[in-house]
């Protein structure tokens, strides 16, 4: 689904389409240089393209609204978009490579509050397959 298969598709795997918006990133306050503010336009684009990035659940829930505020949230406390952004396109990456099966693919929200994102900054290794010959 989204950036897992390499498909491109207006559904995301939380739910419906969202129109992007124009980014509007500004830099975040003194001391933090390297995080960005972003703007409630930025946030719903930003939010967007996470969550076509974010691996599907279907057909199991995963609840956009509370998705939403738990990206907000992250992004007020000081997150970077851009590594939540690239973190959930690595976690897609990772859950497609091991087969995960969709229930047990965090909900969004889940994600998003435990930080998870800060652990998958990396893509996944590629995964070596044993065709059995030698």
Known sequence: ???ANGNSTSASPLGQ???SAASGSQPHRAGAASRKKVGPAGTDAAF???KDR???RAPHANPVKPAREAF???VK???DPEAIIRGAENYAMAVDQQGTDPRYVAQAKTWLHQERWTEYQRRP???R???GLC
């Open 129 to 131: 397959r044993d065709d």
């Open 48 to 50: 967007a393209e996470f």
């Open 77 to 79: 406390r000081g997150a």
């Open 54 to 56: 974010y691996p599907s």
């Open 72 to 74: 907000a949230a992250a």
């Open 1 to 3: 689904m989204g950036a």
């Open 125 to 127: 290794d590629p995964v």
């Open 17 to 19: 389409a969202h129109p």
